[in-house]
Nanobody, 115 residues
């Protein structure tokens, strides 16, 4: 069973930092792209950042310079370091993996940034 489990969401003040973690079951994930998406209330899910198995990274313009995505293939994990958080970063953050023609999602972790 392929599973992604996120953790690290919390309530934080504007300007603060959080680190999200995503643990993937199975070593198959290390060979494929993974990423983070988020969904704010009343809005569509949007891309935050992606990282390929070789370490190529893409960020949305809204988080560039503030967020850092990384992965540890030995641990089957992907991380999202979020600095200088803003109230508009408030959302449920989802871990994502694309394996061939299939796409997998975690259950999400809530990040709330107070002003």
């Amino acid at each position: 069973q392929v599973q992604l489990v996120e953790s690290g969401g919390d309530l934080v003040q504007a300007g603060g930092s959080l680190r999200l973690s995503c643990a993937a079951s199975g070593s198959i994930f290390r060979a494929f792209p993974m990423g983070w998406y988020r969904q704010a209330p009343g809005k569509q899910r949007e891309l935050v950042a992606t990282i390929t198995s070789g370490g190529s990274i893409n960020y949305s313009d809204s988080v560039k310079g503030r967020f850092t995505i990384s992965r540890d293939n030995a641990k089957n994990a992907v991380y999202l370091q979020m600095n200088s958080l803003k109230p508009e970063d408030t959302a449920v953050y989802y871990c994502n993996a694309k394996i061939l023609s299939s796409e997998y999602w975690g259950q999400g972790t809530q990040v709330t940034v107070s002003s």
